[in-house]
T-cell receptor
Framework: GAVVSQHPSRVICKSGTSVKIECRSL??????MFWYRQFPKQSLMLMAT?????????EQGVEKDKFLINHASLTLSTLTVTSAHPEDSSFYIC???????????????FGDGTRLSIL | AQSVAQPEDQVNVAEGNPLTVKCTYS??????LFWYVQYPNRGLQFLLK??????LVKGSYGFEAEFNKSQTSFHLKKPSALVSDSALYFC????????????FGAGTRLFVKA
């Protein structure tokens, strides 16, 4: 079945560091990928929709300059948390849809998430 | 605007008993509804979906969900719970405005006791 690979699974770094998270669709193409943030014991909050070959669409309240998204190919989107601070610590999850399937009501396929801890 | 509500933060059930995890939704037009499960430190796994057709939808791992249009509900059910079903469950609704943005409920933590 469709698989989404997210890397790294865990990052611990110092305040002020920039951190890049990769999201890859392994056996399908995805012109659209989604980036979510999940706080402990809370639901997923959609941060942005990543569009291959064009700018990402950010949700209200999400800082574009803080969370840089690049979707350079049909199988890879990256989220870079720039100048990370402790309040950016969270669980980040990406997802993608297999857009070549005839049924466009297919669910999203999720990566296993990245736990980001900023010291 | 689409929204989905999961009224219970936590559901406790004994192994072998039936379980229900509740979900209600608010959409304009036809709803596209989903259930996902999340295990610790993992992404979400798809369980089942309702787009159209039979109100009772069968999914993975023995789960099913009943779509009720008059009550705007989409409750997740399983006839006999397993300890391994303990996890975080999310109900979700997909926007039907042409995009594929999905709105998730707050999640319900299911504890199945042996």
């Amino acid at each position: 079945g469709a698989v989404v690979s997210q890397h790294p699974s865990r990052v611990i770094c110092k305040s002020g560091t920039s951190v890049k998270i990769e999201c890859r669709s392994l056996d399908f193409q995805a012109t659209t990928m989604f980036w979510y943030r999940q706080f402990p014991k809370q639901s997923l909050m959609l941060m942005a929709t990543s569009n291959e070959g064009s700018k990402a669409t950010y949700e209200q309240g999400v800082e574009k300059d803080k969370f840089l998204i690049n979707h350079a190919s049909l199988t890879l989107s990256t989220l870079t948390v720039t100048s990370a601070h402790p309040e950016d610590s969270s669980f980040y999850i990406c997802s993608a849809r297999d857009e070549l399937r005839v049924d466009d009501n297919q669910p999203q396929h999720f990566g296993d998430g990245t736990r980001l801890s900023i010291l | 605007a689409q929204s989905v509500a999961q009224p219970e933060d936590q559901v406790n059930v004994a192994e072998g008993n039936p379980l229900t995890v509740k979900c209600t939704y608010s959409v304009s037009g036809n709803p596209y509804l989903f259930w996902y499960v999340q295990y610790p430190n993992r992404g979400l796994q798809f369980l089942l979906k309702y787009i159209t057709g039979d109100n009772l939808v069968k999914g993975s791992y023995g789960f099913e969900a009943e779509f009720n249009k008059s009550q705007t509900s989409f409750h997740l059910k399983k006839p006999s719970a397993l300890v391994s079903d303990s996890a975080l469950y999310f109900c979700a609704v997909r926007e039907n405005t042409g995009g594929f943005k999905t709105i998730f409920g707050a999640g319900t933590r299911l504890f199945v006791k042996a």
